[in-house]
């Protein structure tokens, strides 16, 4: 009797084996996406018009994303992140001077711990491409634009939890390193100096696999 409830015990285990070599994950999350930020100044410093200077910000957004793991093997595979966000940039005490869309498709090689497990912890690093678009910045004297494209690294933490033999739900931390340039268009592209995003990226949502 004390072998079959060990045997039984054994079988729930590992019945969220829900990925080995050749799967599709995809899942299905809620992300915040909450900027640290930092700034320079550029060569409008002299008149008083760096972003430091002007105390530039950027304010968090929460977005649907989706994402496919594909599993080169039963422990290790290659996540590509798909979402876009909206981010509102302020001036002095909160002033804003508008928004800005990020679109940062993301590719993390990920180590995927306990592959026979209901609980599958992993830890990613990767690279991500940041596209800015849907521009809408004035700062009231001039129109500002930001350069278009941003290439940075990406670190990783997360974890699926099996609640079927189908699906599971996972939470996952994201660093992202995201760095643009500012300028004020009124003033020939004068350099308000660089912004620097780098957002925290956590995530809560579902998944199955194919």
Known sequence: ?????????LAALSTGAFAAQ???IARFRVINVNPDVSTTNGDAAGAGLGLTQLKADV??????ELDFTYMLTNNIGAELILGTSRHEVTVGNGTSVGKVSVL???????????????????VGAGINFTRFYNVGLDAGISKLSVKKNSFGPALQIGADYAISKDYFVNVDVKKIWIKTKVTADAASNLNLGD?????????VGIGTKF
Do not use: C, W
Not at 1 to 9: E, H, P, R, S
């Open 1 to 9: 009797m004390k072998k079959l409830a060990i045997a039984v015990a």
């Open 22 to 24: 050749g799967d599709i």
């Open 59 to 64: 304010k968090s957004d929460t977005v649907p």
């Open 104 to 122: 940062p498709p993301t590719l993390t090689a990920q180590y995927h711990f306990s592959p026979e497990a209901n609980f599958r912890p992993y």
């Open 195 to 203: 912004l620097t995003i780098n957002p925290l990226v956590v995530g």
